[in-house]
C-alpha cells in the first residue's frame, strides 16, 4: 500500500469516526474496527495498482459523509436533540435536493406573493 | 467587609437622619456620593486578589508513563517488555504505518490535544512522543 496517501486517508477517516461518533464508545469502537480492516483488507495494493486511488478516494468520501451526514441524536423527552457540530451539511430548500453544490432557484416566489 | 462597614454607616446616618430632620439633606448627598464609591472600590480590591493558576507543566516521567501506559493497552504490541522509553513502534514493538496512525491518535486523545498531520508523520518512536508532548503547552 502507498503509505504517502493511505496514511493521511486513514488518520482522516479515524478523526471523522471520533467527530461523527463521539461519547458513543459501542459505535466508535466498532468503526474503528471497521475502518482498520477496511485498510487491513487493501494492505497488498501497490503503489502502482490501478484499484488503489479508487480505495484512497472510497476512504476520504466516507470520511466526508461522517463528517458531514452523520448526526448523534439523544432521546430527550419526547423528542430527540441532535448533536449538530462545525462540520455538519447545511442545506436549504433551494439546495437540499441538488448534490455537488449545485444551487438552483426552485420558484422564486416567497410566501407573499399570490 | 468594605461594604458592610459602608451599609452600617448608610444605615447609622439614616437613623441619625430620622432622629434630627434638620440635616436629613447633607445625610441624603453623602448617601448619595457613598454610592459610586461603593460600586468602584470592591473592584478594585477584587482585582489585586485574582488569582491566576500557573501552567502545570508536565512531568517527563509522567508523559513517558502515561504513553507507554497506553502502548502496553495495544495489542498489536509484539511483546510488552519490549516496550522502553526508548522504544521505537516499528523495529522495536512490531508496529506497522497504521498501528502507528493509530498510536498516535490514542496519545492525541490521552493527552486532549490535536497533532498535526506533518508532526504525527514524525513520530515514530516513545521519546519522540514524550518530547513531542513536552513541547505542548496545551497538553494535559
Redesign the interface.
Known sequence: MS?TT???A??NL??AA?IAFQGDNRVLTAA?ISI?DG??AN?SLTPSDPNLPGAIKHAQEVASILRQNVVQGKMEGEAYKLRIHKDTERGDNDTIKMPNGTKVKIDGKTCSDK | MFRTALIRSVGAATAAASRATITRPAVARRVVSAIPSARFAPAQRLGAVRMYSAASGLKKEEVEGRIMGILSGFDKVNDPSNIKPTAHFANDLGLD??DT??VV?AIE?EFSIEIP?KD??AIHSVNQAVEYILNQPDAN
Do not use: G, K, W
Open positions: 503509505t493511505a496514511i493521511p486513514y488518520r479515524l478523526r471520533r474503528r482498520r485498510f487491513r494492505a | 504505518s497504521l496512525v493509530e491518535m486523545e498531520d504525527a508523520d
